[in-house]
């Protein structure tokens, strides 16, 4: 059974980071797609960044220079490492992950999705 779980929201100021975690299991996630998505209240859930397996790295423009994604094969783990937060980034935040992705950026092209870990940023 594939299962994903992240850790690492919280309450934060703005200005300050956080580091997000999701641990994959079920079988193993080498050869994966994974992702981070957002999704604030009253709107819908938005691409933030992703990893494919041969390690291409996407972000939506909002958090380029700010956040970092990051994947551990030996863990099935994937990060994100978020610095300078703002208000704006306020959402819960979830890790996706498929084998086979024909869009990193789209939610949709997903099968396994975590529960959300919240994170706010208060100004």
């Known amino acids: 059974q594939v299962q994903l779980v992240e850790f690492g929201g919280g309450l934060v100021q703005a200005g300050g980071s956080l580091r997000l975690s999701c641990a994959a299991s079920g079988r193993p996630f080498s050869r994966d797609a994974m992702g981070w998505f957002r999704q604030a209240p009253g709107k819908e859930r938005d691409f933030v960044a992703a990893?494919?397996?041969?390690?291409?790295?996407y972000y939506v423009d909002s958090v380029k220079g700010r956040f970092a994604i990051s994947r551990d094969n030996a863990k099935n783990t994937i990060y994100l490492q978020m610095n300078s937060l703002k208000p704006e980034d306020t959402a819960v935040y979830y890790c996706?992950?498929?084998?086979?992705?024909?869009?990193?950026?789209?939610?949709?092209?997903?099968?396994?999705w975590g529960q959300g870990t919240l994170v706010t940023v208060s100004s």
């Open positions: 990893i494919t397996w041969t390690g291409d790295i």
């Open positions: 996706a992950a498929d084998a086979s992705v024909s869009s990193p950026l789209r939610a949709v092209s997903y099968r396994y």
